[in-house]
């Protein structure tokens, strides 16, 4: 069953709601794990892991440190020096937090590395999203991976030119701008070319488009996606009555 | 009645000071060929996408004249009265296939056939009629067989003629094609021209713009020579040729006449009334670049940084692209390689500046090894020229890019800024000191670069298919820029398919054949 | 093929559309700051895991809308030329940003390409380039995603300093981004807070935990936070952007109309060129 991308988003978008307003642990770990699980499924779980690594990773440390050692409001302290205290609801503010914004990234990664953009941009377009964010939106995503080989290629022919990068920082970041505005002044002369081929093909008009590439949409997904928002909508709504009183300071 | 009409007073782009087209006028027949002929920077490009709307009154620059499209006329003042063309609607009229055939795709669509539907989709046009078009101008183009293939995946050729389909599916009146023979091999150049061919029977004019007189252009039944932005000659092809406005205007001949033959100065020449510090005796001379049983495959190659990969020792796999090429550069000679696309003569140009390492062999410059020397310290003994010159230059005038790094090689600021000034009279940029190096022509940019190269004085100069993209003052430069180079005592190496400009050019021609150097 | 006019009406008479678009600019804009001050209103004074997590679902709600409405009122009104760099300001902002994470330092970096756009095409289009940028970063990075409204409103800034001249000399360029650093900052610290319950990297993690240690709240020792490492990325980033659309050709800069229109950048206009 090909799965439509509108599905796969609102899935991900609502597990990740629903994690956020069910404020557990527990779920936000469970729900971290089935995402790994799919990505295996997927065959994108070396890249989704290694991604998420990269960005997890700063971000947990940070909030042990911060959350461990300092929390003024804690009682339970289970260790001191000095200003640092550890305290058991730091530890658990943290663990919580960390929990679930790992959830949500687990989730969003997989839903970003198993997409197929060109699905994607035709689902957008058919439910009436400007074409020029789908036009931003894939361009952006083809242009990323080509940057490395870019950057390679420029940093060879200034090399040739007599620049030699030595292994420190500083003269690392003095190439950098040798090899920026060759970088820049590429990608804006061959964009503005872009521009007049693309007005030159009506991108520019105002007015319907149809679109060439059809996707099917079975009626179970609609289902399934309509579900998938509703119960995102009542974890919200539940999170907010649950948390309003007590969050209005009196 | 012509199907299209030109008539440009005067345009300037925003930003510019002078005008980038004079007193020009252009008009078109269906059903005819019409060329326009010039060197790089003469305004071939720009009245060409004047007349198609990629380049509009108000939007691109302040343009006085006047463009009609059958019987409806616009007149253009300069002024913010003047009519807003629409482009998508004068597209569906005239259309332009640009010389980087990859620049009229939207890029953002995955299958050729897509992305010929691409225009289609703007202006709305119902399902199975797209798709009955895209078949049909897939038919017209030979692009049936590649219509699910992925556009950044197309050969030059088939590149070009999936461009020429996108600017061909509205069937529009007119068609301006811009070099659309450029780096296009034999087999390419044949199918564009049949595709010529055929458009031209279907009652569509056609536009060429070149800096050849090649085969195509002299099918043209009306030729327009441009020289700095106004139109120096116009008429019959016949007629034009006769007397030396081509030649004036830096456009090509093809034929028996390509490039002035220059004389070389022999390896051990030393011109009158110089010493070449150094030179001795030919037989005696330190060669200047030696390659020595050269081995490399891209297979086998570890990193993208080209750390070698060391096999086991005396063996190579049968999939190297190089296999045992030994060269021996003298001073003051100049060595030619030719080949065909894919037999690996960039590869072996970029061992001689260390970019590449070998996984055989080794390579010397003057006389010394340069395993494990950085490229960048290698580049002062070394100067490659790319073939995309734009990647190399980085700063904000011509000036200073050949300047660049000069004063630490000449010693003084003084002889920094001579030896700048005088690399760029050798290669004819001094007028365009102050210019910005991505406002040159293209041609001018190639010769810039090879002013970098020759600023630095390196013993050895690489220069990779310097001749593609040159009109014919650049090549001049080119000729007499390389054989100074060579009278100073400098190895010259070139690489180019263009074989009879390595004869005239070269003391020694070589070819690169199943990964080994032979002579010819 | 219908057959289309070949000329385009003149560029008064699209008043139609115009105040459909003010509208949801305007609500765009209200939705942003009533979401701040409701959050700065309601921060809870315990903090927990409950409380927090209302107020993560109220902020990132809020900003997204208001960063959704903007996008919409702004992105079918922007010309192609302004369009198509956008994926490469979009490339700038990520492959810098993800850089300076990796890095540690107290700086983010990721607003180059916006600040760009901005500088050559006008305040809409920087923010239009910073929610985009937020969107399609978070392809790759998800938890850029929440900070879309703070991005947009660096780009407006950045435009609006543009209009009013301030890239006509290198050394007003980073007091502008000094000024839309502290907004920024600010604005962006209770996403930090309320859905990240602190920061993504070690070095600001190491500064909102100094003011912890002095027993401030969490919002309160994220926005001190912010105030210190905003405003001095900001100066950098709009002179990096500064430096970057100088080294650009004039005949590419003047393109936009923008920048002919307000002289953003320095240099002699030429009047209209003998014939």
Redesign the interface.
């Known amino acids: 069953m090909r799965l439509h991308p509108l599905t796969t988003l609102t899935a991900a978008c609502s597990a990740a709601v629903v994690t956020t307003a069910a404020a557990s642990w527990p779920l936000s770990v469970a729900v971290a794990l089935a995402a790994v699980l799919l990505a295996a499924r997927a065959g994108v779980a070396a890249r989704v892991l290694g991604a998420a690594g990269i960005i997890l990773a700063p971000l947990v440390l940070s909030l042990l440190v911060l959350h461990g050692l300092f929390f003024p409001e804690g009682q339970t302290v289970l260790a001191q020096w000095g200003p640092a205290r550890i305290t058991a609801e730091g530890l658990d503010f943290a663990l919580e937090l960390g929990s679930r914004t790992a959830a949500s990234v687990l989730l969003l990664l997989l839903f970003s590395f198993t997409v197929s953009?060109?699905d994607l941009?035709t689902a957008l377009a058919a439910r009436g999203v400007p074409?020029q964010f789908?036009?931003v939106l894939?361009?952006t995503l083809?242009l990323v991976p080509a940057m490395a080989g870019r950057l390679?290629?420029?940093r060879?022919?200034?090399?040739?030119?007599?620049?030699?990068?030595e292994r420190g920082l500083l003269s690392r970041l003095a190439a950098a701008r040798?090899?920026a505005?060759?970088l820049v002044?590429?990608l804006v002369?061959?964009a503005g070319?872009?521009a007049?081929?693309?007005?030159?093909?009506?991108?520019?008009?105002p007015?319907?488009?149809?679109?060439?590439?059809?996707l099917q949409d079975p009626p179970a997904q609609r289902i399934l996606r309509a579900a998938a928002l509703l119960l995102a909508a009542a974890a919200v709504v539940l999170r907010l009555v649950t948390a309003w009183p007590a969050a209005v300071p009196a | 009645m012509s199907a299209a009409a030109a008539r440009i007073?005067?345009f300037?782009?925003?930003?510019?000071?002078?005008?980038a087209l004079?007193n020009v006028q252009l008009s078109v027949r269906p059903g005819t060929l019409t060329a326009v002929l010039g060197g790089s920077g003469s305004g071939k490009t720009t009245l060409g996408?004047l007349l198609?709307?990629?380049?509009r009154a108000g939007?691109?620059g302040?343009l006085?004249g006047s463009l009609a499209?059958g019987a409806?006329v616009?007149e253009f003042r300069?002024g913010s009265g003047d009519?807003?063309?629409?482009?998508?609607?004068?597209?569906?009229?005239v259309g332009?296939v640009?010389q980087?055939a990859g620049?009229?795709?939207?890029?953002?669509?995955?299958?050729v056939?897509?992305e010929l539907?691409?225009?289609?989709?703007?202006?709305?046009?119902?399902?199975p009629e797209?798709?009955r078009q895209?078949a049909r101008i897939a038919e017209q183009t030979g692009l049936s067989a590649l219509l699910d293939r992925d556009p950044a995946q197309l050969s030059g050729g088939e590149l070009r003629r999936l461009a020429v389909a996108?600017a061909v599916i509205?069937?529009p009146q007119v068609l301006v094609l811009d070099e659309p023979l450029a780096s296009l091999d034999a087999e390419g150049a044949g199918e564009l021209r049949a595709l010529v061919d055929g458009l031209l029977d279907a009652g569509t004019a056609v536009v060429l713009l070149s800096q050849a007189a090649d085969a195509l252009a002299r099918n043209a039944g009306h030729w327009i020579i441009l020289d700095g932005g106004t139109a120096v000659a116009e008429g019959p092809p016949a007629d034009v040729e006769k007397g030396a406005v081509l030649r004036d205007a830096g456009v090509l001949a093809e034929g028996p006449d390509t490039g002035t033959p220059v004389r070389l100065p022999t390896a051990a020449a030393v011109a009158p009334g110089s010493v070449v510090p150094g030179s001795v005796a030919p037989a005696a001379a330190v060669p200047v670049l030696e390659l020595r049983g050269i081995g490399f495959g891209y297979a086998a190659a570890k990193t993208?940084t080209g750390r070698p990969a060391k096999g086991p020792a005396g063996s190579l796999p049968a999939s190297d692209l190089l296999r045992g090429v030994d060269l021996t550069v003298l001073p003051g000679e100049i060595v030619a390689i030719t080949g065909t696309n894919g037999t690996g003569k960039s590869t072996l140009l970029r061992h001689f500046?260390g970019?590449l390492r070998p996984q055989a062999g080794e390579v010397l410059v003057e006389g010394r090894s340069i395993a494990g020397i950085?490229?960048?310290?290698i580049?002062?003994s070394v100067?490659?020229l790319?073939q995309?010159p734009?990647?190399?230059?980085?700063e904000?005038t011509v000036l200073r890019e050949v300047g660049?790094?000069l004063r630490r090689l000449a010693g003084s600021p003084e002889a920094a800024a001579g030896r700048a000034q005088e690399a760029l009279a050798a290669v004819g940029l001094s007028d365009a000191a102050q210019a910005?190096p991505?406002?040159l022509a293209s041609s001018r940019q190639r010769l810039l670069a090879l002013a970098?190269v020759l600023a630095?004085r390196p013993a050895v100069i690489a220069l990779d298919e310097p001749t593609v993209g040159l009109d014919r003052h650049g090549i001049e430069r080119l000729q007499h820029a390389t054989a100074a180079a060579a009278a100073r005592g400098a190895g010259v190496v070139l690489v180019t398919h263009d074989l009879a400009y390595a004869r005239t050019n070269a003391h020694r021609v070589l070819a690169l054949d199943g990964g080994s150097l032979r002579e010819l | 093929?219908s057959?289309?006019?070949?000329?385009?009406p003149?560029?008064g008479s699209r008043a139609g559309a115009a105040p459909r678009r003010r509208m949801l600019e305007i609500a765009g804009a209200a939705a942003i700051a009533a979401t701040y001050v409701f959050l700065v209103l309601t921060q809870p004074v315990e903090i927990a895991n409950g409380p927090a997590s209302f107020s993560a679902l109220v902020a990132l709600g809020g900003f997204l809308l208001g960063a959704v409405l903007l996008l919409a009122a702004v992105l079918p009104v922007l010309p192609t030329s302004t369009l198509v760099l956008m994926p490469v300001a979009i490339v700038l902002n990520v492959v810098l940003g993800q850089l300076m994470g990796s890095t540690g330092l107290p700086f983010y970096l990721d607003a180059i390409g916006t600040v760009l756009i901005a500088v050559l095409a006008g305040p809409a289009a920087g923010a239009a380039t910073g929610v985009l940028g937020s969107i399609v970063w978070s392809f790759f990075n998800p938890t850029v995603l929440p900070f879309a409204a703070g991005a947009a409103l660096i780009g407006f800034l950045a435009g609006l300093a543009a209009r009013a001249g301030l890239f006509r000399r290198f050394y007003f360029a980073p007091v502008a981004g000094f000024l839309t650093g502290i907004l920024a900052g600010v604005v962006s610290a209770p996403i930090a807070a309320f859905v990240f319950g602190g920061t993504a990297g070690l070095g600001t993690g190491a500064i909102v935990s100094a003011f912890r240690a002095m027993g401030d709240t969490l919002l309160a020792a994220i926005t001190k936070q912010a105030l210190i490492s905003d405003p001095m990325d900001k100066a950098i980033v709009f002179t990096i952007a500064a430096l970057l659309a100088?080294?650009?050709?004039?005949?590419?800069?003047?393109?936009f109309a923008f920048v002919?229109r307000f002289r953003v950048l320095a240099g002699k206009?030429?009047s209209?060129?003998a014939?």
């Open positions: 953009v060109p941009v074409p789908s036009f894939a361009s083809t390679e290629k420029i060879r022919a200034q090399e040739a030119r007599g620049l030699v990068v040798l090899q505005v060759p002044l590429g002369e061959d070319a872009r007049q081929a693309l007005d030159a093909r009506g991108f520019g008009t007015g319907p488009r149809t679109s060439y590439r059809q | 007073d005067s300037s782009f925003h930003g510019d000071a002078g005008a004079r996408k198609a709307g990629w380049l939007h691109s302040v006085h499209l409806e616009l300069g009519p807003r063309i629409n482009p998508a609607a004068w597209s569906g009229r332009y640009p980087d620049a009229i795709l939207s890029s953002v669509r995955s299958t056939a897509e539907a691409f225009g289609l989709e703007n202006r709305g046009v119902a399902r797209m798709i895209v996108c509205v069937e993208p500046n970019l950085r490229t960048g310290r580049a002062a100067g490659l790319f995309q734009r990647d190399q230059l980085f904000r660049f790094g910005h991505a406002e970098t630095r | 093929m057959q289309q006019p070949l000329t385009l003149d560029a100088y080294a650009l050709p004039r005949r590419t800069t003047f393109q002919r206009v030429p209209d060129p014939a």
